[in-house]
């Protein structure tokens, strides 16, 4: 069975995939092709059912829930750390404030319209929004991605760490992004799926150098191979290996907040594999 499996061109990502690109681990009968595009494109076309399987925003879930189910590997989430707001000026007001978002399905948009619902939405391209900021065309930026690590390279300031903030709210991780497979391939099948990224993800973190050497080459902005090792680390652990019970609990609360909000239409519930 062939499975296009869709995710992000970055180098955690990349490291999570390794083994599967490179035929290092078996498949099991399943043809994977990896297809690359950035996380809002994969937001949008998700809603249509493009892909078997591919990554997404925590906030998209509960628009494609009736169609994929989520799974319980390789998802994205921060411990103490995650979006992070920036601005040429140590005490940007948020409030009224023209942002930078890097989409408006991601989660780094979902959580700062829980921390603050008035605020000037300027959606770009998650690597253009630094380059505004620098310019002044708008007044600060959702950084998402390698850009968490690099900001201050450009001479700008941390306003906000929305995983700092999640963390201090509910003690608990914040849930970035996941990966979905569809339903119609039935349950059975998406299980095996899971399970080969999975091993994939295994294969990755026990041959760790070699990995890395192949990551790097997916590491936009970065090229010292110590600071792509650390941005792995961040995204690529336990908590992506499997979600655990606070991960879960973490998801529902994120999910629950950004329905009462009136920010997600849909109230759903989990099905994961």
């Known amino acids: 069975m062939e499975i296009n499996f869709a995710h992000s061109p970055d180098a955690d990502d990349a490291f999570m995939f390794y083994a599967i690109e490179e ?10 092709a990896g297809i690359l595009s950035d996380i809002e494109t994969l937001n949008n076309k998700v809603l249509n059912f493009i892909y078997e399987a ?24 921060g411990y103490k750390y995650g979006p992070v707001l920036v601005s040429k000026s140590k005490t940007k007001e948020i409030k009224g404030s023209r942002i930078g978002i890097p989409g408006k399905l991601t ?6 319209k829980i921390f603050e619902s008035d605020f ?13 900021v620098e310019k002044g065309e708008i007044d600060a930026g959702l950084i998402i991605h390698e850009g968490q690590i690099t900001y201050s390279e ?37 299980r095996k799926i ?16 070699e990995a890395i050497n192949y990551a790097s080459k997916f590491a936009r902005n970065l090229s010292d ?9 961040m995204y690529v652990n336990d908590r992506t290996i499997e979600l655990g019970d606070d991960d879960i609990r973490a998801i529902k609360i994120l999910l629950n907040e950004g329905y009462e909000r ?9 099905e994961i594999v």
């Open 225 to 233: 191979i110590n600071k792509i090792e650390k941005f792995v680390d």
């Open 262 to 270: 009136g920010i997600i239409p849909f109230n759903v519930e989990l």
């Open 154 to 190: 450009r001479n700008l300031f941390k306003i906000l760490d929305l995983g700092e903030w999640w963390f201090e709210k509910y003690s608990l991780p914040v849930p970035l992004g996941c990966n979905v497979i569809r339903k119609d391939l039935g349950i059975e099948n998406a």
């Open 107 to 112: 989660t780094a948009y979902l959580l700062l």
């Open 120 to 132: 000037k939405p300027v959606f770009m391209p998650f690597d253009k929004i630094t380059d505004a």
């Open 54 to 77: 591919t990554a997404i925003s925590f906030h998209t879930y509960p628009y494609v829930a009736k169609n994929y189910y989520l799974v319980k590997t390789g998802a994205s989430i």
């Open 194 to 209: 899971s399970e080969i990224l999975k091993e994939s993800i295994l294969y990755s973190i026990e041959h760790k150098k």
């Open 23 to 32: 035929k290092k681990i078996e498949t099991n009968g399943f043809e994977i």
